[in-house]
């Protein structure tokens, strides 16, 4: 008989930053990148928020792959991604991405005083679900959660959500063209959100599903409510 089986096993995980670990950053974001992304070309996204006392931790998903359809070899040309997690014995990956986020949370606080400093998780499209489950599961502790091109999670409780939301700031960031989205589904989820008595607030800008540099800065531009930057 086929018996499934699990054990755990060390992983090597990347990620890039912006800006320099220290007791004086008093602003920190993590982004988590979408699906078939890397972190090292997500980062660049965030070049246009960085500053003094700012520190941006962009993690990569722990399974990278080949984006072309193509048979045969992959070349050294070929393009490739990472994705958080797949259908595929899905709840270890969760687990996994949780525990690995953890921990590079407790790397990063090594350096910076995280009671002087304010917490942004920012989870672009698939990785707005990895941002979601982390922030309500795992030992992050955040101030706000930035679900970009994505709503919550599937999973998500919604009614332990009402909670957790009060002391997390929500937001939902889309393009008005985004092809994973219409004015109708973002309307029935408001109205899903306001049933549960979720706090939450919308953003929206010109484009489709991408980040947009003019709302990015605008929403690292907002004062923290430990202190501007």
Known sequence: MVEKRHIAVRKTARYYTLGEPSPAVRDVWFACHGYGQLASEFAKEFECIEAPGRLIVVPEALSRFYLSDSEGFHGPDARIGATWMTREDRQSEISDYVAYLDDLYDEVFRSVDRDA???????????????????????ARADRLLMWGCLLASDSDLNHAAAFFRDVELSIIYGTRDRFADTGMIADYEKLLREKSIPYRLETFEGGHRMDRDTLRRLASEQSPRGSL
């Open 117 to 139: 400093a304010r917490v942004s998780v920012l989870g672009f499209s698939q990785g707005g679900a990895t941002a979601n489950r982390w922030v309500t599961g795992g030992r």
